[in-house]
C-alpha cells in the first residue's frame, strides 16, 4: 500500500518562500505522476504542478513563474518550492502520486497573511 506523506507548510507573509516536501513509501514503479493540489475554503481542489518520472512539468497559470516542482526518484519525494507567495495561495495543499491508482496525501496547511 502506497502512502504519501507531506511536510513543510506553515505561515509565512506575503512575499516569502515555503518549501513542501512529499515522500511517497513503498515500491512505486514507472511511469508515474507526483504532483501538488490544494484547496482553498469553499473551493474545489485544484492542480497546481504535476511532474512525469521523465520530470516533464506542467503547472497552473497562477502560479507559473512562482512556484517550482522536482523530484527525487530515487527517494521517490516531490517537491514544491513555493517563492513570491500571495495570500490567495493560502490553502491546504495535498501531495499526488498517480501510478496503478490514484494517492492522495493527508494534506499540509499553507497560510500566507498580507
Known amino acids: 500500500q502506497v502512502q504519501l506523506v507531506e511536510s513543510g507548510g506553515g505561515l509565512v507573509q506575503a512575499g516569502g518562500s515555503l518549501l513542501l516536501s512529499c515522500a511517497a513509501s513503498?515500491?512505486?514503479?514507472?511511469?508515474?505522476?507526483m504532483g501538488w493540489y490544494r484547496q482553498a475554503p469553499g473551493k474545489q481542489r485544484e492542480l497546481v504542478a504535476t511532474?512525469?518520472?521523465?520530470?516533464?512539468?506542467n503547472y497552473a497559470d497562477s502560479v507559473k513563474g512562482r512556484f517550482t516542482v522536482s523530484r527525487d526518484n530515487a527517494k521517490n519525494t516531490v517537491y514544491l518550492q513555493m517563492n513570491s507567495l500571495k495570500p490567495e495561495d493560502t490553502a491546504v495543499y495535498y501531495c499526488?502520486?498517480?501510478?496503478?491508482?490514484?494517492?492522495w496525501g493527508q494534506g499540509t496547511q499553507v497560510t500566507v497573511s498580507s
Open positions: 513503498g515500491s512505486i514503479g514507472r511511469p508515474n505522476v
Open positions: 499526488n502520486l498517480i501510478w496503478r491508482g490514484n494517492y
Open positions: 511532474i512525469t518520472s521523465g520530470a516533464n512539468t
